[in-house]
Nanobody, 114 residues
Framework: VQLVESGGGLVQAGGSLRLSCAVS????????TAWYRQAPGKQRELVAV???????KYADSVKGRTTISRDNAKNTVYLQMNSLKPEDTGVYFC?????????WGQGTPVTVSS
């Protein structure tokens, strides 16, 4: 399984971004996909997760501003982020998991200016 993120960049506070994660390989084994982020000097943290079947969960810090979704026809996972804040700055990583393995993308940087 390979994951390639895109869509990061520089945005002003209050703006929006949509991150994309293209998934290739043995995608049919994937049952959990998620987005994590790592701010400078901090540990990687979970932002949002979606499980096959449609259930989703969000970190409290992004709840109400962020939506994770999957387009199975395009093998892509999205993270729509609205009302961005400077504290949303970090490198955003896509993660996918099957019963045995957890896979990571290379990350896409997001910078929110105040």
């Amino acid at each position: 399984v390979q994951l390639v993120e895109s869509g990061g960049g520089l945005v002003q506070a209050g703006g929006s971004l949509r991150l994309s994660c293209a998934v290739s390989g043995d995608i049919f084994s994937i049952n959990v996909t998620a987005w994590y982020r790592q701010a400078p000097g901090k540990q990687r943290e979970l932002v949002a997760v979606t499980i096959s079947g449609g259930s989703t969960k969000y970190a409290d810090s992004v709840k109400g501003r962020t939506t994770i979704s999957r387009d199975n026809a395009k093998n892509t996972v999205y993270l729509q982020m609205n009302s961005l804040k400077p504290e949303d700055t970090g490198v955003y990583f896509c993660n996918a998991a099957d019963r045995l393995w957890s896979y990571w993308g290379q990350g896409t940087p997001v910078t929110v200016s105040s």
